[in-house]
């Protein structure tokens, strides 16, 4: 007789008394089941949740993701280039009694990988921090000088105003 598959044991534990069956389980196995009387039961969808997969790899998700987030390189301005922004830069100090509206691109490093991106940010300008080497804006935004990629604003780099 084999109830729970023993077949395919050894003889010695095929005789042994560790093979459960369920002849030790008759005096109950026919018992109404046990409901505390002092306890509520839970509910099936709490008893589901315990048996939920859980996250071993806490943080995993984000860190592909943030692997996976593009950044660009900051360019290097060629000699002209950087001199054609700063004579933009040398207009705009001369209009700075005006408060000329720009709009200036910029190169932001990223906080948490090499590399980072180009911000576009249009107001007016307060003023010319050349200590701290920032472009302070009339909203409170502070550009960093060395980080300025273009300068582009209506009649103020054509000759007009």
Known sequence: MDILGASHLPK????????????????IIHLPHH????RPQMPMSDRAAQFSPFAALTGYEAAIAETARL??????????????LDLKMQRIRELLS????????????????????????????KR??????????ADG???????VFQLEGERIFDGGE
Request: proline fraction near 3%; charged fraction near 30%; aromatic fraction near 6%.
């Open 35 to 38: 409901v505390s009387k002092s």
């Open 12 to 27: 010695r534990m095929k005789e042994s008394k560790c093979i459960m069956s369920t002849d030790n389980y008759n005096d």
């Open 71 to 84: 950044t660009d390189r900051k360019v290097d301005l060629s000699e002209d280039e950087q001199a054609a």
């Open 98 to 125: 005006i408060r000329p509206t720009v709009t200036v691109t910029f190169f932001q490093a990223d906080a948490r990988k090499e590399g980072g991106a180009y911000l576009t940010h249009t107001g007016q300008i």
């Open 141 to 147: 935004v502070d550009i960093p000088l060395d980080d």
């Open 128 to 137: 010319i921090n050349d200590i701290d080497r920032v472009i302070q804006m």
